[in-house]
């Protein structure tokens, strides 16, 4: 399904689509364009609105240029440009995936009992 937003003329290929939590949860979705007059003229209504949902949300959005393939990472109101496959995935996995836990190994109830009364 999501592959339909690369193929012109199909219903899913204008607009965004919003993933949380790993689902598809919209698609064909209108963003709100950013109002930075400090965005390059060379940035089209895809950028603006990347740009635009970074700044009115909690989201990490990704665009990639229609013209000429080029990939992007909107985050909290700033763009990063020119991501290739490997920089896109570590930003992702660094904005998204939470850092693993380290927990520390607990004794069974058994050896807390023993040294409660000062045997080993």
């Known amino acids: 399904m999501l592959g339909t937003i690369f193929y012109e003329g199909t219903p899913l290929h204008d607009g ?5 939590d ?31 949902m970074s700044e009115n949300s909690d989201a990490v ?8 393939g080029i990939i992007s990472l909107a985050r909290n109101g ?5 991501l290739d496959r490997q920089n896109l995935f570590n930003m992702l996995q660094e904005e998204l995936v939470p850092p693993e836990q380290q927990e520390t190994p607990k004794k069974s109830s058994f050896w807390r009992k023993k040294n409660e009364k000062g045997q080993r």
């Open 16 to 20: 965004a689509v919003v993933v949380r």
């Open 78 to 82: 700033v763009l990063i440009r020119r």
């Open 61 to 68: 959005v990704v665009v990639v240029s229609e013209e000429t």
């Open 22 to 52: 790993g689902m598809l949860k919209a698609a064909g979705c209108v963003l709100p364009l950013s109002d930075n007059l400090e965005i390059g003229k060379d940035m089209g209504t895809r950028h603006r609105a990347a740009l635009g």
